[in-house]
């Protein structure tokens, strides 16, 4: 279990760091093209393009280190009555079936990511653009591994009355 954790920290760091860069980089590529705009009358022609696709990676990672921090959206209505065993059973209930939505996703978004390569489309010139929509499987595999570890730490909970 120590050697998961380690590798679940070490993921959720290497998410922190991408989020952070394309955070950044969105932030400074969308600041010059609204100078060049404003000042030159000109922008950077693939700029928009990049930013779009930034957001949805930035989008997507936020919502697998959420997952590793659960900090994801939670309804707390009944838990919070709840003795404090009984919560993290019904935690270890609601990421199970996290984990299920997760897989049938993960089916169609690798679905949906075939269709785009057949398609033959590129971004930018550059590289297919299949490419650039690949974080949405690889973000759905990250959750459902940051799920697993956070079922295991509840469950260790459950059944030993103290965090595993």
Known sequence: MGL???INDWV????????????????????????????????????????RSMVLWVGFLGAALATKLDQNLTLEVLTKYLPERAKHLASVMVKLFAGMICYFLLMA????????????????????????????PITFVLISFHLLMSIFRDFAYFMKGKKG
């Open 4 to 6: 998961l954790n380690k």
């Open 12 to 51: 959720s760091k290497v998410e922190a760091f991408f989020l952070c860069l394309f955070l950044l980089s969105m932030i400074v590529l969308a600041f010059l093209q609204v100078v060049m705009r404003n000042a030159f009358n000109a922008g950077i022609p693939w700029a928009d393009t990049v930013v």
């Open 109 to 136: 978004s690798l679905r949906f990511l075939a269709d785009e390569r057949s398609a033959g489309g590129e971004f930018l010139h550059l590289f297919p653009a299949w490419i650039s929509l690949s974080i949405i």
